[in-house]
């Protein structure tokens, strides 16, 4: 509400829209500190009429759609949604729902149509929207929203045969897997017996979030140490946050390296590849009782991580490290 920030609903009413056009693209851009965010919540976000002439095409609304995702913010989505309704907001509704279910909480994801009333002609919301039904035990309106869809032309085989399963019209379980969509690959894993999926370095990000969530990853002990491109891969997940530090720091404690191997870390890690370089120099560190070696072992181990692009999956722990 514009009063709650002492703002009115014409706020835009004199700004120029190509300097606003302008502005978005630098945003867009960079990164924004944590007081620059709030600031551009309330400008954003406050009921106001958009700057004239530029929401013909829904250039702002759209901005305002994209700024929501990239944050993350589902408690500001899900107000945001709550409020707005009217708007064209399919994008950020399937955000919602993807959100929730490929971080395990799929009854987040089907609260939200009980809170939001509008009418969609979006497959993949309705699609939702019926396994929702589904799970809530609403088979008999779950029913009659799959027959509306299918008489306005609505075709989708896979979901089509987990919807008679799930359903109990079949009761063989199917074993076509999908990665087309979170919802895909989710249905995927219930209608499936003895379900079992291995990840690898093309696996999409979404499903790599999924597994993780429902624990559903590959066994730290069945791991093969010999297989560089899978441990390479799961440095990579932990980099964009779908694996846990912790299993890979527990990962790397299963590499074995002789006593003088570890003794004479400093001029051995160097040799070896980055991911058993990275191994050595944090078991090393596990048995160093010296401050200023755990620390400089740490930092060897910061630095290969940012060699490879992929620094971000050693942050927490090294934090826990330091403190």
Known sequence: DPQENNLTIDMWKYSDSDQVKNLIKKIEKINLSGDAIEILNVALLTNAYPPKNLDKNLEFTNF???????????????????????????????????????????????KLFSKLKFKTTNDYIDKFKIYCLIKLKKNEDAQIYFD???????????????????????????TEISEKSVLNFHLSHITTKNFNYTANEKTPKFIWKYLSSNNLLENIKEIDLEDAKKIITLEKATHEKNYSEKELLQLYKRFDFSLSQLLDVNNLYNKLPNFQARAILYQRLLLSDEPINKVNLAMKMKSLFKKDNIENAFVIELSNILK
């Open 64 to 110: 305002k759609i994209n700024y929501l995702i990239k944050r993350e913010d589902t408690s500001l989505i899900k107000n945001f949604l709550l409020k707005n309704e009217s708007i064209n907001n399919n994008k950020i509704v399937k955000f919602y729902l993807d959100y929730y279910l490929k971080n395990g909480n799929l009854d987040e994801s089907c």
């Open 148 to 174: 509306l869809k299918k008489e306005q032309g609505f075709e989708d085989k896979f979901f089509e045969s987990k919807f008679n399963y799930l359903m109990g019209y079949s009761d063989k379980s199917t």
